[in-house]
């Protein structure tokens, strides 16, 4: 062999291992890079799992896949960032493995979400349930994250194979459809899948189908009911209420907007009635008041300000004629992003009301400090006036410490004059309910 022919192999052999040598450090790095990234490693892959369901199919459809949601892990995040999320998706994982042990695959799915298939060898089909309530339990045990002590609750559902499995996406979205379920429920809570979950989750898939379709054509009307000045009964205000024409009647805004809270389509639902209802009302003459529904997803979601602020610039409205709804539950226990746009919008002139109040915190001394200049008082501190003295005067408490705030009060529900005479006695501001008003389309706004 020639001279030149043995440096020219020694020459690519060389290069060789300097490629392997650089693949091997390349490797190296892009695993560090994945630890360093990935708070779950120690749990199986999804494809692997898929894999497993695939074979079980194959040979004998049985076992369970389970889906699980952790409960209220976003403000976790929101308050700890990511590396403390990370830190409490790592402890999942940790409880989750040892729970499970070696004969039962489970991966992270995304987020704060995992998948587990556990065969029948490993739980007879008589004890899943028990099995995954205590799975349930061990998840909710009190954990450390960063010297605070915290808690979660954990979302379940799951779906056992049979034959009438079609393959591992089928099991796995079904578990998913029951763990939603768990999930509507309040959380922490198991729900094994089934038919009648099945029909729900098809009939919620057309409901949002058509929605977006209603929401592109502009198909939805927006219906006002009016509140009215405790003393004189004339109308002060309105709220502007959303209505789905269809088929020669309505679509029930409990089952549509319920289907929208649970996905995105909420906030452009949220959207389309805060410009139809402000174009329309700044039309009107007078100076009543409108009031729209905001969740706090849109202030999450959206620059609210600065859509309204372009809103009434665009329009024309006042901005001292538009006020804004939030319940009691998103404004104190959102984040400091949402008090600073209502802040913001406060700033504008637009009022900021709180909405259902006696349904979530109910702490007075908080009540002083939240950025907001309307209170609604929730239905139920007045459905049973008059039938019990004890309830009349735990309302009438209620009435004289709301009072104390200097806030402009409002009492929604009215359904007799028995209701608008005793609130009467408490220099109330306004009055909303069937008694005075029920929710009408503009032309019948105009009317009255």
Aim: hydrophobic share 45%; net charge negative.
């Amino acid at each position: 062999m020639s001279y030149t022919l043995l440096a020219w192999l020694a020459g690519i052999f060389a290069i060789t291992t300097l490629v392997l040598a650089l693949w091997g450090v390349g490797q190296r790095r892009r695993r560090l890079a994945l630890s360093a990234t990935n708070p779950t490693p120690q749990l199986a892959t999804r494809s692997l799992i898929e894999t497993a369901i695939a074979v079980q199919l194959g040979q004998d459809p049985s076992g369970a896949v389970v889906f699980i949601d952790m409960d209220d892990f976003k403000p976790i995040n929101d308050q700890f960032g990511k590396n403390g999320g990370d830190k409490v998706l790592a402890t999942v994982s940790s409880r989750l493995k040892t729970f499970f042990g070696e004969h039962v695959y489970v991966c992270r799915y995304c987020s704060d979400e995992f998948i587990a298939f556990i065969p029948s060898q490993v739980v007879p089909a008589q004890l899943l349930a028990g099995y995954l309530e205590r799975l349930q339990a061990t998840l909710s045990n009190d954990f450390t994250l960063m010297s605070r002590p915290m808690s979660l609750t954990a979302s379940i559902g799951y779906y056992r194979l049979s034959s009438d499995t079609e393959s591992p996406t089928q099991a796995i979205q079904a578990a998913d459809i029951a763990m939603g379920e768990s999930k509507r429920q309040g959380g922490a809570k198991v729900t094994e899948f089934s038919d009648a979950l099945w029909r729900q989750y098809q009939r919620e898939l057309t409901i949002k189908t058509e929605l977006q379709l209603a929401l592109n054509n502009e198909q939805l009307v927006i219906f006002y009911q009016p509140i009215v000045d405790c003393i004189s009964h004339d109308i002060v205000a309105v709220e502007a209420l959303v209505r789905w024409p269809k088929d020669s009647g309505f679509v029930a805004p409990s089952e549509f907007v319920a289907v929208a809270e649970r996905s995105r389509q909420i906030v452009e639902l949220n959207q389309y009635i805060l410009r139809q209802a402000v174009k329309q009302f700044a039309a009107l003459p007078g100076n009543i008041r409108l009031s729209v529904n905001i969740p706090a997803s849109q202030l999450h979601a959206t620059d609210l300000v600065a859509d309204v602020k372009e809103l009434l610039e665009t329009t024309g409205l006042p901005s001292q004629r538009l006020y804004l709804e939030l319940t009691e539950t998103e404004l104190v226990t959102d984040s400091a992003h949402v008090l600073n746009q209502l802040q913001a919008l406060r700033a504008l002139g637009v009022g900021i009301a709180l909405d259902d109040f006696g349904t979530g915190y109910s702490n007075l001394q908080y009540l002083k400090q939240l950025p907001v200049d309307i209170v609604k008082l929730d239905r139920s501190f007045i459905d049973d006036i008059g039938d019990k003295a004890a309830d009349n005067q735990l309302t009438g408490s209620i009435l004289d410490m709301l009072r104390s705030l200097d806030k402009y009060l409002i009492v929604e529900g009215i359904e007799n004059l028995q209701q608008a005479e005793y609130l009467r006695t408490f220099n109330v501001n306004a009055l909303q309910g069937f008694y005075f008003h029920k929710p009408m389309p503009l032309e019948a706004l105009r009317a009255v």
